[in-house]
Structures are given as structure tokens and as C-alpha cells.
């Protein structure tokens, strides 16, 4: 079974020298996945971000409030 490398469409993804050089390397031992523009959803980092980042929101609205 060949890894597969899901990727969502940042050009630093696929623009880059290094990716593409990497990628020709390996393609036949690699299967890159590409995500439609635009789709947080199905990056799980994304919604971890967006979690802790409104979080430090409020903590950054609570401590201007206190101090």
C-alpha cells in the first residue's frame, strides 16, 4: 500500500521547487491527495486552530479587561 499525502491547495504546496522535486522523486511510492480550495473542513488541524485561536481570543479580551 503506497502512503498517501493529503494537501490542501496553499501554492506553497505546490509551487515550491523542493515539492515538485520531491514529488517527481516519489511518485511511484507517494499518492498525493490534493483538497478543493477552500475546504477546511477536511483538514483536522484547521478546526484545532480555529478552536484554540478563539480561545486565545477571549483569554486576550478577558486580560485586557483585568489589566
Known sequence: MLPVLRQDKASS??????????????KCSLIPVWLPTASPEFMVLEEC???SKNDLLVLTDILSVIY
Do not use: A, G, L
Open 49 to 51: 486552530w480555529n478552536i
Open 13 to 26: 504546496h505546490y509551487k515550491s521547487q523542493k515539492v515538485r522535486k520531491y514529488f517527481d522523486e516519489h
